[in-house]
């Protein structure tokens, strides 16, 4: 079908639309001054970056200020800033229901996980398997952490290559390389404190750039039509309640299904415990919490309600049915050349803002993963003695590595399909079992080992099935979610599109897929964790249970202590007999 259109100039000037010499100038800034903290850290502060201690923790010395920020900044990376707006403009608000569930994973964090962490003075989260089950524990952790991260940074290297391709012409694999070079730059000389002060930094570019956008989008277009037009296709949606597992978002599968999943990402994951060990009190730790649980609401709203004022724009003029972007998720970068026509700098300050979000979540893979290879891995492993400053030499020396690795494997990630999905479905992968291990140990004091070691590798085995299989039938186009309605009659060039414009598959065709696999992505950290604490339960009664008289009460969670402890005298067990898995920092 063709459609006749009557204002291609506009498309004209879309299509010359590039960065302009302000553009550059701000995003140029902003790197500098992420690799300006690095060299001050390494070279100018009176706290040298070369001891364990320093490196990973800061010197446990970090205010809640920076902290909190670099929580929110890692947290609420490019794809949140890209995929969020795509998830409202494809398939309507219910995703926006995930703040809801923030506010529970802060109390739990701040409550029952970050306490135990805090009091046993550990520097990686995983010493407590070891220090509740066993080395193997701690081990299988640990590599299942280095591998969530593995997956998970190259797509956050790729979303801000992407809006640059998008709105430069500049291939993502000639600006991939320049993004990560100066990501491990700074991440290397500077350690921690530099990850957090540039987070800092980047928390506030990241909030102008999403600002400025909705914010003259808004102003264009009118709140009221954005409000109008959205409702007009039945975008704006928070009522559906169907206890089906198989539709995409439902009111259950949001709440429960993000509250699994964000509870992984910051209670047990080495990434977020780690700044909030580097605070000096448990109470400093805990606003750091509460400031995070703001942070993401206002964060996740603003870029839910972007992706409103997107739709609103293109409601005549769907720029993916006409063929202007390959996919949805350029659909904001697409949205910003749009409205800067007479804007010099704002597409500067989106991509800006973009790159932080970018950077200081893979900053803070990078610090993480070092720490955890080299304290859970390496360092137990090998019989030489090693010094502060040859430790520090290594840890550098591994940031370079891994940063390389996941510059790799941004080529896998082209071939992925919309990056909400696929980053939870990717990253479901290690999140339910990291999660199912840690509160089979937190909340069950007669599990063992066995259990732990059993259940792990049994969720792993069920969510790694689930999700590649899953991804493998989306990509084949077996499996389709419903999209909300688009037009393109007012289209601003003439085009062909083939009909239909969205090709449906029939309830039969889906039917034939293993109903498993049509199982919503929300579930799989959920999944996960259940298989774990249900195989562990039951591997740990076959193997015989832990001896809870002998079990170190602050290994477990505080409300499992003050009940279940109430009538079973204890014999408290020495922290000296945990030692083989706590560093000296």
Known sequence: MTYNVHIFQVYEKMEGAFFGVLDYAVFAIMLFLSALVGVHFAWFSKKKQNTTSQYLMGGKE?????????????????????????????YGTMYWLIIVSEVFVSFTMAYIYIPIFYKLQITSSYEYLGMRFNRKVQTLGSCLFVLKMLLYIPM???????????????????VTPIVCVICIFYTTLGGLSAVVWTDTIQMFVMVAGIVAVLTIGTVNIGFSNVISRNMDTQRIEFNVFTPDLTVRHTVWGVFFGNYFYWLASCSVNQAMVQR???MPTIAKARVAVWILAVGIIVLVSLCCYTGLVVFA???DCDPLSANLIKKSDQILPYFVMAISQNLPGLPGVFVSGVFSAALSTMSTGLNSMTGVIFQDLIKPNISLHITESQSSFVMKAMVVIIGSICVAMVFIVEKLGALIQAGKSLSGITAGPLLGIFSLGIFFPWANAQGALIGGITGLAVTSALSVFSQAAIAQGKIFYPKKPVSTEGCALSFNVSEPLVELIKPSEMAD???????????????????????GNIVSYLTGPTDVKTLNKDLLAPFVQKYFYKTIPQVIKPMSDYSYVVFAV
């Not at 956050?156 to 000639?174: C, D, K, M, R, S």
Request: glycine residues 6%; negative net charge; charged residues 5%.
């Open 62 to 90: 970090m205010g809640v200020f920076p902290i909190s920020m670099s929580l929110i900044a890692s947290y609420i990376s490019g794809i949140s800033l890209l995929g969020l707006p795509a998830e409202m403009y494809v």
């Open 156 to 174: 956050v290297i790729y979303v801000p290559a992407l809006a640059f391709e998008q709105v430069t012409g500049i291939n993502l694999h000639i």
């Open 276 to 278: 909030c060990l580097a």
């Open 313 to 315: 724009h293109f409601f």
């Open 513 to 535: 897929v293993f109903w498993v696999l049509r199982l919503s992505y929300l579930y799989y950290t959920l999944i996960g964790t259940m298989v774990v604490l249900l195989v």
